[in-house]
């Protein structure tokens, strides 16, 4: 009988063999690690008006937002405060939400820098927030003066003064993002590696021993002959 090449059996090397383990494991752990990776970001505001860094000559009767995305209409969703360089606010009533836009009026007279914080929850369920600033250009109202009367008045009634409680602006509470990603998916394929690794090192182990074992029995085989 004549045995060709082509009959015997293929054996691979213990680096062939553990080259195929480890492109098996990469395929393993790319499907694993896939479908856990954080879905697509969240919305962004896209355009405002005033834009940010911008310059205008008085403080518009609104502030428009602009997003990537439907932001959710709902009460107490949306906030926005806009504040003059003194810190005095400039807001006039709760925001206005339709689909991508979101309307802020506004009231007073501004000069300077006008700073803008917002917050919304975008349409995938998270609320996202920033902050910006445009100048108003116009000088500042001048302050009211009083003139002194010209004649002596016969008896001076004391009048009492009325005093003003300091007005407190509203911080805007901070914004807690959620964290994007799970260590789950890094927990899975750790184990998967570490089992992987035993099956390649018993895999190695096994091979090597039948080598040795074939090589034994032709060295009897010859032997015996």
Known sequence: MTITRSSLP?????????????????FLLAAILLPASPAAAHDELIGSDPAAGSAVETLPDALVLTFSANIAPDEGASEVQVTDAAGTTLTDG?????????????????????????????????PISGEFAFTVTAPPAPSPTTTAPTTPTAEATPTAEATVAPVETATPAPVTSEPASSA???????????????AVTYLVVSRARRNR????????AAAGR
Do not use: E, N, Y
């Open 94 to 126: 709760a925001p206005v939400v339709d689909g991508t836009t979101l309307t802020q009026p506004l009231s007073g007279a501004a000069s300077g820098d006008v700073t803008v914080l917002w917050k919304v929850v975008s349409s995938d369920g998270h």
């Open 184 to 198: 789950t998916p890094w927990i899975v394929g750790g184990v998967v590696l570490l089992l992987l690794v035993a």
């Open 10 to 26: 293929v054996r691979r090397s213990p680096r062939q063999t553990l080259a195929a383990a480890c492109m098996a494991f990469a």
């Open 213 to 220: 074992a074939g090589a034994r029995a032709g060295s009897d």
